[in-house]
Antibody
Framework: QVQLVQSGAEVKKPGASVKVSCKAS????????INWVRQATGQGLEWMGW????????GYAQKFQGRVTMTRNTSISTAYMELSSLRSEDTAVYYC???????????????????WGQGTMVTVSS | EIVMTQSPATLSVSPGERATLSCRAS??????LAWYQQKPGQAPRLLIY???TRATGIPARFSGSGSGTEFTLTISSLQSEDFAVYYC??????????FGQGTKVEIK
């Protein structure tokens, strides 16, 4: 079945970096964009950025510009999100999510997320 | 940045009753709006996209409506498995996507 499987929980110290992986299966990895969304405990959802796995093109939310890097390895259908200069406020569950594309009236749209990974808890603590 | 505001923050509903959730955008997002359901300890699940189209496998009791700045998610007859947090998300402007803060639907 179509799924995204993420790497396990991480504990990092302030100032460090974390790299989370997201392995796709059940579909052609390069045919759908991958997004990253995070959620602090008891809080809402926050979109971080987007990557086209075919081209490697990326786009990041302004809040994370300069601190986040999204990459991929197409040979193993895996996307990565690296966040640097970690601070306590970065403690959250990080999700990868597949971009949903639909077409209506001859126009195609993308922006919703139809398949989600199970989430990776990242804890930043000294 | 487009700000999405959901109301109410918490909705208390009895099983079998109708639930109506609202989502307002700070500027027009046309019909570029999605709804998600999230249960504790789980990832969100896509319910509605394009403001009113149900995603694959979503029961007909879920319906979405609205366009521009005002949107509604209606659950026609709440089932036990529908008690969860619901989020709206706009995707009108490329790569500036934002979510609402969520509405928790709880058992009355």
């Amino acid at each position: 079945q179509v799924q995204l499987v993420q790497s396990g929980a991480e504990v990092k110290k302030p100032g460090a970096s974390v790299k989370v992986s997201c392995k796709a299966s059940g579909y052609t990895f390069t045919s759908y964009d991958i997004n990253w969304v995070r959620q602090a405990t008891g809080q809402g959802l926050e979109w971080m950025g987007w990557m086209n796995p075919n081209s490697g093109n990326t786009g990041y939310a302004q809040k994370f510009q300069g601190r986040v890097t999204m990459t991929r390895n197409t040979s193993i259908s895996t996307a990565y999100m690296e966040l640097s200069s970690l601070r306590s406020e970065d403690t959250a569950v990080y999700y990868c999510a597949r971009g949903h594309v639909y077409c209506t009236g001859g126009v195609c749209y993308e922006g919703a997320f139809d398949i989600w990974g199970q989430g990776t808890m990242v804890t930043v603590s000294s | 940045e487009i700000v999405m505001t959901q109301s109410p923050a918490t909705l208390s509903v009895s099983p079998g009753e109708r639930a109506t959730l609202s989502c307002r955008a700070s500027q027009s997002v046309s019909s570029n709006l999605a709804w998600y359901q999230q249960k504790p300890g789980q990832a969100p699940r896509l319910l509605i996209y394009g403001a009113s189209t149900r995603a694959t496998g979503i029961p007909a009791r879920f319906s979405g409506s609205g366009s521009g700045t005002e949107f509604t998610l209606t659950i026609s007859s709440l089932q036990s498995e529908d008690f969860a947090v619901y989020y709206c998300q706009q995707y009108n402007n490329w790569l500036t996507w934002t979510f609402g803060q969520g509405t928790k639907v709880e058992i009355k």
